[in-house]
């Protein structure tokens, strides 16, 4: 647990406050996202904790201990460091990088090489491909995972990152991101995450404090921040789509409802009766081996009039892909339902049809977080 | 040219001889240069205000004209004439290259891999140790090849002050007319400079850390 009270940095020779008076809580096992503007203070926190900068007054508390009382060197030894260049040292292999705080603290040989290749697995290197190489020959990508890796090393129960996913493409990125998340899953460790990047702090968060020069200006939950922002700054600063971005906090599943029927091809003619009796109003057409192949509303029946069987097939069978998988999130649900121009999709699990979701379903969601 | 390898057959020994004395010139004058001069570098990187009057102070005696730095020391009574003279003031010169080039190297590694390795709990003195000087080595040792040749050069003119060496060949030649003798002066003494920088440049390749001169290979 890390706890920053009354904490003020003021740069020498400058007489606005980098950080104002801020008081923050991280509990354990909790990643905390420090978002804003550059310039707003987020980087100059992350590093008071880890005395790589000194504040000018206030106290920050690790486990209830002042960080002034451990030696600096000491104490960042037992946290984890990765920052937006990485640093990897140029001339020593990748697992003598990773080695870096093991070798600090005096671990056997045999233990390091051990913990080098689970880190290297762990984040999803191959130890045999990848020990012995230089970070030169590494890819952006592969590097950034190395620098996670040698963070974690020594199993430090804090991590702090600045900006660790920045310096790559976005699709490495949202990759990296999706890894770290699973890890943290299982590490529980209590981080401090820096980014300039809300959709990233969204994602990454369990609770997100938003800072506007040197202020801490909302700390919260990403849904109490996106469905409360405090000020005008804050609203800005999540932009104009601050509903489909909350759409981002929520899966597929957790709205998928029942009322749908499955359709056969040769119940196609009294589709509308079977749908009436089962009050659905989706009705999905499903082919011999119990896969769905079509997707048909009732508007669409209303729209078609009295038309045959093949007509209501081909209807159905337009929609073939409005389905989407119910890991996927809301915002994914709606962009789908905007493309094939439909108020429903079909729910799957793998090839498994686990339900429907309408777009009425994902205002009533909105509307229902937006009150909370 | 058949004059000249005549000259130099006939005179061998003598040149030998102050070939021989300009080497050990040379020689000690950079051993005395890196046990100072490297050192100093190390520790100016530390500490901004002492760099800026050190090479402010190395760049001073860098402008002044070799001849004269000679000169000036002849005259003073501990020095005098000779090979205490010579050394100080190719000692002196050697501290504008080295100074600078050791102060650069460690100045230039890249920022964030200090501040990764601070970041990990590293001190400063194992930052110093395992990662600023090694990554510091290929702009040393540039400074030190620099180093070596120039002193080649400014040691000849050490025998305006009394040094046997191949720079008699050339101030003798000068007076005597002698252009065999003046040549086999200058070639000798552009072979050693040669023969210096060719074997640095080896050691150099040796010394630069391995993962600075990899590359991706797809």
Redesign the interface.
């Known amino acids: 647990m890390i706890e920053l009270h009354n904490v003020t940095k003021i740069y020498a020779g400058q007489t606005v406050p980098a950080v104002n008076n801020l008081t923050l809580k991280i509990e354990e096992g909790e990643t905390c996202v420090f978002v804003g503007p550059s310039g707003c203070g987020k980087s100059t926190i992350l590093r008071m904790i880890?005395r790589?900068i000194e504040q000018t007054s206030g106290t920050i508390l690790i486990n209830n201990k002042d960080i002034r009382e451990t030696d600096?060197?000491?104490?960042?030894?037992?946290i984890g460091?990765v920052?937006q260049?990485?640093?990897?040292?140029?001339?020593?292999?990748i697992a003598e990088n990773i080695s870096?705080?093991p070798r600090?603290y005096g671990w056997d040989k045999e233990r390091i090489r051990k913990r080098v290749d689970e880190l290297l697995e762990l984040v999803g290197l191959d130890p045999d491909e990848t020990r012995s190489k230089?970070?030169?020959?590494?890819?952006g990508g592969q590097m950034q995972r190395v620098?996670v890796a040698?963070?974690m090393a020594a199993d430090p129960p804090i991590m702090?990152m600045d900006e660790p996913f920045g310096a790559v493409d976005p699709i490495v990125r949202g990759h990296l991101q999706d890894e770290f998340l699973k890890l943290q899953r299982e590490m529980k460790k209590t981080i401090c995450f820096v980014t300039h990047d809300i959709n990233e702090a969204i994602k990454m968060g369990d609770k997100i404090a938003i800072f506007e020069k040197g202020q801490l200006v909302q700390h919260g939950t990403p849904q109490e921040i996106l469905a409360n922002p405090k000020n005008e700054f804050v609203r800005t600063f999540i932009g104009y789509d601050r509903v489909v971005k909350m759409l981002t906090l929520f899966q597929v599943r957790s709205i998928t409802k029942g009322n749908y029927s499955i359709i056969r091809e040769n119940e196609l003619a009294n589709i509308r009766q079977k749908m009436d009796d089962e009050g659905a109003a989706v009705g999905i057409l499903m082919n011999e081996s119990t896969r769905p192949c079509g997707l048909i509303t009732r508007d669409d029946l209303e729209k078609a009039g009295d038309v045959s069987p093949e007509k209501i097939k081909e209807i159905a069978c337009s929609k073939k892909d409005a389905f989407i998988d119910g890991d996927l999130l809301l915002n994914d649900a709606l962009s789908l339902m905007l493309e094939w121009d439909s108020d429903y999709l079909g729910v799957v699990d793998g090839t498994q049809l686990i339900g429907v979701v309408s777009l009425g379903d994902i205002r009533e969601c909105v509307r229902r977080k937006e009150g909370e | 040219m058949s004059n000249l390898l005549k000259y130099m057959i006939e005179n061998a020994s003598m040149i030998l001889n102050y070939a021989n004395t300009h080497f050990s010139l040379i020689f000690s004058a950079v051993v005395i240069s890196l046990l100072v001069w490297v050192p100093l570098g190390i520790l100016i990187s530390r500490n901004e205000r002492l760099a800026s009057i050190v090479i402010g102070i190395a760049n001073t005696i860098f402008c002044i004209p070799s001849l004269a730095l000679f000169s000036v020391f002849v005259t003073i009574p501990f020095l005098g004439l000779g090979r205490s003279s010579s050394l100080l003031a190719l000692v002196l010169y050697a501290m504008m290259p080295m100074v600078i080039n050791v102060y650069q190297g460690i100045k230039v590694v890249d920022k964030s891999v200090i501040e990764a390795a601070k970041g990990m709990g590293m001190s400063s003195r194992r930052i110093l140790r395992e990662i600023q000087i090694p990554l510091a080595a290929p702009v040393m040792f540039a400074g030190i090849r620099i180093t070596v040749v120039m002193a080649t050069g400014i040691a000849a003119i050490a025998a305006y002050i009394g040094e046997r060496n191949l720079g008699r060949l050339i101030t003798e030649g000068i007076t005597r007319n002698h252009v065999e003798m003046i040549l086999s002066g200058a070639i000798l003494i552009a072979l050693i400079a040669i023969l210096f920088d060719t074997v640095l440049g080896a050691v150099e390749r040796m010394l630069v850390p391995k993962g600075l001169k990899v590359r991706r290979s797809n």
């Open positions: 880890n790589m600096p060197d000491r104490l960042r030894m037992g460091y920052i260049q990485i640093g990897l040292l140029p001339h020593r292999t870096i705080v600090l230089f970070p030169a020959q590494l890819s620098g040698r963070a702090l």
